[in-house]
């Protein structure tokens, strides 16, 4: 019998993703709040939905004795960090005591494997309430790892091309609009990768759970600046460029690996392919050699940008 894996946040862009990429080999369940969105996510992922609110310990009890799960993908989160800014409380209970309530349970119920989806705000400096949100959860999934017998692991990777929220829809949105796309940071820097290469991160953590419990999963990836990316959005769809002001926890550049985890840091490759492994108890002995930003990552080519902007949903 396959292993049941449970995703929560399931309904949302990575949740699908993920449960469409695992769908063949496991028995997948996505677990949302936006019964709507379920709904949907049941069309397109084709498997079992149900409703979860992970700020909710007995929501979540109730998941896992009705889906009894092997894995669970915590994706679950509030991720807007200007909302997470302005509403504190709603980002501490959904990604905070939410990803606490999961681990929680998963020990209670005796879950083999649980990976908790992160973000490059989460690695330090923290800026921001979203990136402390996150970096928590890191700290609390790897640090329980030790004790008790579930596997926890993390997986951190920058800005998803067309998540909901993001950059990319809601210039699309501006233009369908009225034309005109406004921009808080032309000169900003920012980690993007396409919404498989991020779930394939997922899946590794999973696959490879073994060599990386206790770990946060990442890879090396590229960065654009955004006018840049503005620039080929509207070379390739149309529309104009306006200025519009900065928002509240808004920075330059983004950071993979911070200077003070780079001690904590290895490379290593996983069914042949490179990732950074970093665990946060020990410093390894084959450390990286400097800390990864967005100022200093290799960038996307033209053609690569087009290719972000060209993975629009249908």
Not at 18 to 42: Q, T
Not at 129 to 143: D, I, N, P, V
Not at 181 to 207: C, H, K, N, S, W
Not at 254 to 259: K, N, P, Q, S, W
Request: proline share 5%.
């Amino acid at each position: 019998m396959a292993d049941r894996v449970l995703i929560t946040g399931g309904s949302g862009f990575l949740g699908r993703a993920v449960g469409l990429a695992l769908v063949g080999s496991y028995e997948v369940v996505l677990g949302a709040r936006n019964n709507a969105a379920n709904d949907e996510a049941a069309r397109a992922v084709g498997c079992e939905v149900i409703p979860l609110d992970v700020a909710s310990i007995e929501s979540v009890r109730d998941a896992f004795v009705r889906v009894r799960p092997d894995i669970v993908v915590h994706a679950a989160a509030t991720k807007y960090v200007q909302l997470s800014e302005k509403q504190p409380l709603e980002a501490i209970d959904v990604n905070v005591v939410g990803s606490q309530n999961i681990a929680r349970v998963a020990g209670e119920r005796g879950t083999r494997v649980v990976v908790g989806v992160s973000t490059d705000k989460a690695a330090p400096p923290v800026k921001t309430t979203y990136g402390l949100s996150k970096a928590l959860m890191e700290r609390m999934f790897c640090s329980l790892d030790q004790v008790g017998d579930t596997s926890f692991a993390c997986a951190r990777f920058g800005n998803m091309a067309w998540s909901t929220g993001s950059v990319l829809p809601e210039w699309r949105r501006m233009l369908d609009a009225t034309g005109v796309i406004g921009t808080t940071g032309p000169q900003m820097r920012r980690y993007f990768l396409r919404v498989d290469e991020a779930a394939r991160i997922v899946l590794a953590a999973i696959e490879h759970i073994d060599d990386v419990h206790g770990h946060v999963v990442s890879r090396r990836m590229k960065a654009a600046v955004i006018g840049d990316l503005l620039d080929a959005f509207i070379d390739r769809l149309g529309g104009r460029r306006e200025p519009l002001p900065t928002r509240p926890g808004d920075s330059v550049d983004e950071v993979l690996i911070g200077e003070s985890e780079m001690a904590f840091t290895r490379e290593a490759h996983l069914a042949g392919d490179p990732y950074l492994l970093l665990r946060f108890v020990a410093p390894t002995d084959r450390p990286i050699e400097g800390p990864l930003s967005s100022a200093t990552a290799e960038r996307f080519d033209a053609d690569e940008l087009g290719r972000l902007i060209d993975a629009e949903p249908r």
